[in-house]
């Protein structure tokens, strides 16, 4: 993605009154405004009608830096983490000197300030970095230096050594979305030698679809793998490397964690050990879970299930029955209304007997898509009533009918 050059001095950000301009064009959209304003303005007006543009997402996903009124560009926010994954990713470590590679819009580094006393922030795009320095005045962060540096270059020149060295590297490398770690900038592999000379601990911030066992197969001396999600959708996939372990001497440990309004919840166990969870011989419960996102993407369905005492319709399946009710379930409980065996004659009657013809349907290794079934079966999206369909270990097909608990 082409860098979006502004024309951008700090003297003028510092004598623009943001709260002022949100307040004068609080129902301007973004391409109205460039089309009303000829006139130049102080700051370039393209850079304006950004900050229209993602004023309200900012506040949503990082509501320090809307309250600070920050200054940002639609990359740089795209590619920034969210608040509670930069505070949680940072409340992990705590050292003397951090080293980001991949400084971006400056969320980790302001979050990473309350656990270091110093921090080198690199990002290469000067017009960037002209932003996110007024940004880290107005959040009063002295101890975060952004330097405006190609990685490798500053790899190889430094002579510090760093308690931790953070990598967010740009997923988004000539126009193409990578996800293995030589499809990224700066690429792990190119780097890695050089990384062990300068620090024990490095922090990779990975895409969300990434394969979690490719990881683990691919990355020497990985102590542990964070997945987060947060309102129902993993976010970030972190890698904890610790050069300071023999390589194939540690368990790589698991840890899923979902983040909502009120609480972070966690469940960690090891790549190895996985569990096979207790299959259900019938379901005839009362309630219905199904696994969170983070839980899922970890590969930690079976061992979460296990844990807890519930019973699966398959192995490693998402899906679970129980008697007990589990307040603080990582995922979603339901009441269990009907468990039958699938068949298009048997829905059909089931939907038509109890008047459905509204429901949120959602699957787990099951062949048809719930659009697919939606359509063949006339059943409109949304409602109180909720369809899961899935295989159970036997080759079985089984839809559950459930209710919110």
Not at 113 to 138: E, G, T
Not at 238 to 264: F, R, W
Not at 281 to 293: D, G, L
Not at 306 to 329: A, G, R, T
Request: neutral net charge; hydrophobic residues 35%.
């Amino acid at each position: 993605m082409p860098v979006q050059k502004y024309d951008i001095k700090p003297e003028l950000l510092e004598s623009f009154d943001l709260v002022s301009f949100f307040t004068q064009h609080r129902n301007v959209s973004p391409n109205d405004f460039i089309l009303r304003n000829k006139t130049k303005f102080s700051v370039d007006k393209n850079l304006l009608a950004e900050q229209l543009k993602l004023k309200v997402k900012l506040a949503h996903k990082i509501p320090t830096f809307h309250a600070a009124n920050c200054w940002l560009t639609s990359k740089s926010f795209e590619q920034a983490s969210g608040e509670k994954s930069a505070l949680y990713k940072a409340s992990l470590f705590t050292g003397k000197k951090i080293l980001d590679l991949c400084g971006g819009l400056g969320v980790d580094d302001w979050a990473f300030s309350a656990r270091f006393d110093s921090i080198v922030s690199l990002d290469i795009d000067a017009y960037l970095n002209v932003l996110v320095n007024h940004n880290f005045k107005r959040l009063n962060l002295a101890n975060v230096s952004r330097v405006t540096a190609d990685a490798y270059l500053y790899l190889q020149n430094t002579q510090e050594t760093y308690d931790l060295i953070y990598i967010d590297a740009d997923r988004r490398v000539n126009d193409k979305k990578g996800f293995r770690l030589d499809d990224i900038e700066p690429s792990y592999g190119k780097i890695e030698c050089r990384l062990r000379e300068l620090t024990n601990r490095v922090l990779l911030k990975l895409s969300p679809l990434i394969d979690i066992s490719y990881c683990v197969n691919h990355l020497e001396n990985l102590k542990s793998i964070y997945v987060i999600a947060q309102e129902g959708e993993v976010k970030e996939v972190l890698c904890e490397i610790d050069y300071s372990t023999p390589p194939n001497q540690q368990e790589v440990g698991i840890i899923a964690v979902d983040m909502d309004e009120h609480k972070i919840h966690h469940f960690s166990s090891t790549f190895s050990n996985q569990h096979n969870c207790v299959l259900a011989n019938s379901y005839s419960h009362h309630y219905f879970y199904e696994a969170s996102s983070a839980i899922v993407k970890s590969g930690l369905s079976s061992a979460y299930g296990k844990s807890l005492e519930l019973l699966s319709p398959s192995i490693h399946s998402s899906y679970f029955v129980s008697e007990i009710k589990i307040d603080e379930f990582m995922g979603r409980r339901f009441e269990l209304v009907k468990a039958f065996v699938f068949s298009k004659k048997s829905l059909k009657e089931y939907l038509k007997i109890n008047k459905i013809i509204k429901a949120n349907v959602s699957r787990s290794q099951f062949p048809i898509s719930p659009d697919e079934i939606k359509k063949q079966f006339q059943i409109m999206d949304g409602g109180i009533e909720y369809l899961f369909f899935t295989t159970q270990s036997n080759g079985g097909k089984l839809v559950l009918h459930c209710r919110k608990s």
